[in-house]
């Protein structure tokens, strides 16, 4: 007979079967919700470490810059060049010197100059709505030249051009001709802002942006 002292003791730590439960010779690390955190924790790391902005070298902001200015330039010209066949007529009709010929095409001229400076033109859609400045210390200035420009030719000129329109159907219109002054002064003062912010621009890069292609206008009160 089997003397109950002498029979084999349970292992610690196995169940009442003598199987170890399933759970208790699982190193921690190596449990499935341990690798499930670490796996997450890596990819939010990972993904942190790939925002994290980078210092930009002064020949790149430079690069940078003078893509978006050439970008600016170049959307800005059609109603740059609108602005100041415009004027021209304007000076012309006031100063006696249309053609018949210029005076039949002045009319059609005028209201294809008003469309070149307005938001249904595609060119000042893209100025308005497809530009993006690289944000350096000299791209703020550049930034805000391209909110100036938006406002030299969505506004200044612009009004100019109405107003101009306006005064070839009915000269001598008083309130049309203050109007056009205003719109002088603001035109010469934004434009000067927008050449003064990237100055500013390239004051910081030490080299020498492209200026801004907002013409200055043969005026009358020029």
């Known amino acids: 007979m089997t003397n109950p002292h002498d029979a084999p003791a349970i292992p610690p730590g196995t169940g009442p079967t003598g199987v170890p439960d399933p759970d208790e010779h699982v190193i921690w690390y190596k449990r499935t919700w341990v690798i499930v955190t670490a796996a997450i924790a890596v990819v939010i790391g990972a993904s942190v470490l790939i925002d994290l902005p980078r210092p930009v070298s002064n020949a790149e902001d430079i690069a940078s810059q003078t893509a978006s200015l050439k970008a600016i330039n170049t959307d800005v010209a059609p109603c740059g060049y609108a602005i100041t066949e415009t004027f021209l007529i304007h000076h012309d009709q006031v100063s006696g010197t249309l053609t018949p010929a210029e005076r039949q095409a002045a009319t059609k001229m005028l209201t294809d100059d008003q469309t070149a400076c307005s938001f249904t033109n595609g060119s000042i859609f893209d100025l308005t709505n497809n530009i993006q400045v690289q944000d350096t210390a000299a791209g703020k200035y550049v930034d805000r030249m391209l909110s100036v420009t938006t406002t030299w030719v969505t506004s200044d000129a612009l009004a100019a051009v109405e107003d101009i329109q306006a005064l ?20 010469a003062y934004d434009r000067a802002q927008a050449r003064l912010d990237i100055q500013q621009a390239g004051a910081l890069l030490h080299t020498h942006l492209p200026d801004p292609n907002l013409p200055a206008l043969p005026t009358q009160s020029s």
């Open 168 to 187: 070839y159907l009915h000269p001598g219109n008083q309130a049309k001709e203050r109007d056009l002054v205003a719109q002088e002064k603001l035109l």
